[in-house]
């Protein structure tokens, strides 16, 4: 079993930044893929971001150079840097835990991953 807490969303002005984590438990961090998805109101998830367990990074379109994600394995964390926020961002962010890691790049399909946090809500102001 793995539990993943994400924290770090909270309101923050359009062009701002934020940094998510996502805390993972377990001591097999280092060999899952993990992944960033959103979900914003009224839309369904969709995928952001994923690292491999190699470190290998995958990035949705619209990210566009904006968003970073990277992991610790010493942490057993990962994170989702933000800049230049936009409205649209608005969303609940997830993290989720691949263990399978048996793609040759990260997942960006939700239905890969097994295990997912709770979520934390980011909220872009205008």
């Known amino acids: 079993q793995v539990h993943l807490l994400e924290s770090g969303g909270g309101l923050v002005q359009a062009g701002g930044s934020l940094r998510l984590s996502c805390a993972a438990s377990?001591?097999?961090?280092?060999?899952?893929?993990m992944g960033w998805f959103r979900r914003a109101p009224g839309k369904e998830r969709e995928f952001i971001a994923a690292?491999?367990?190699?470190?290998?990074?995958t990035y949705a379109d619209f990210v566009k150079g904006r968003f970073t994600a990277s992991r610790d394995n010493a942490e057993n964390t990962m994170y989702l840097q933000m800049n230049s926020l936009k409205p649209e961002d608005t969303a609940v962010y997830y993290c989720?835990?691949?263990?399978?890691?048996?793609?040759?790049?990260?997942?960006?399909?939700?239905?890969?991953?097994?295990?997912w946090g709770q979520g934390t809500q980011v909220t872009v102001s205008s």
């Open positions: 377990g001591r097999s961090f280092s060999s899952y893929d």
């Open positions: 690292v491999k367990w190699t470190g290998m990074r």
């Open positions: 989720a835990a691949d263990p399978k890691a048996d793609s040759v790049v990260a997942s960006r399909r939700s239905d890969d991953y097994d295990y």
